[in-house]
């Protein structure tokens, strides 16, 4: 063996494999090989300081801080009936909402569909000058 120094044993008691390029736990700052990195894979007394995995309410998208040893599944049912700012009024927002200005037309739009000449909104049917007998400009337009 050339270079003795080089790399580490890994710290799992089964394996103490010399590893070149060790990897240190950033829980419980041992050193592992590859096979043996994960928290699981090592039972790796301190993870429960890393792995934390922050639940998420399901009707407004907030995350619910859980501290430890509370139980996730209660704190955010708990906030869902105390906390939570879901509006159900939102999910129904109307997304038709722009008006054909058009007398006798009830088009409603996504979009503002604006005329150029007097600035009106109108239906994609009705949007042109010509077909909402616009009266915005004084320019005589040709119906070509």
């Given at each position: 063996?050339?270079?003795p120094w080089?790399?580490?044993?890994?710290?799992?008691?089964?394996?103490?494999?010399?590893?070149?390029?060790?990897?240190?736990?950033d829980?419980?700052?041992?050193?592992?090989?590859?096979?043996?990195?994960?928290?699981d894979?090592?039972?790796?007394?301190?993870?429960?300081?890393?792995?934390?995995?922050?639940?998420?309410?399901?009707?407004?998208?907030?995350?619910?801080?859980?501290?430890?040893?509370?139980?996730?599944?209660?704190?955010?049912?708990?906030?869902?009936?105390?906390?939570?700012?879901?509006?159900?009024?939102?999910?129904?927002?109307?997304?038709?909402?722009?008006?054909?200005?058009?007398?006798?037309c009830?088009?409603?739009?996504?979009?503002?569909?604006?005329?150029?000449?007097?600035?009106?909104?109108?239906?994609?049917?009705?949007?042109?000058?010509?077909d909402?007998?616009?009266?915005?400009?004084?320019?005589?337009?040709?119906?070509?």
């Open positions: 063996m050339e270079l080089l790399g580490e044993h890994c710290s799992e008691r089964a394996c103490k494999q010399l590893d070149f390029l060790p990897l240190k736990c829980a419980c700052g041992e050193v592992f090989c590859k096979d043996h990195i994960r928290y894979d090592h039972k790796c007394s301190s993870a429960y300081k890393k792995n934390v995995q922050v639940p998420v309410c399901p009707l407004c998208n907030t995350p619910i801080p859980v501290q430890k040893g509370e139980i996730p599944d209660v704190v955010v049912g708990t906030h869902m009936d105390k906390d939570c700012k879901y509006n159900p009024a939102q999910q129904k927002q109307r997304i038709f909402t722009n008006k054909c200005l058009k007398p006798g009830k088009r409603k739009e996504m979009m503002k569909v604006l005329c150029e000449q007097c600035g009106g909104n109108f239906c994609i049917k009705h949007r042109h000058p010509l909402h007998d616009c009266k915005g400009s004084s320019h005589p337009m040709s119906k070509a």
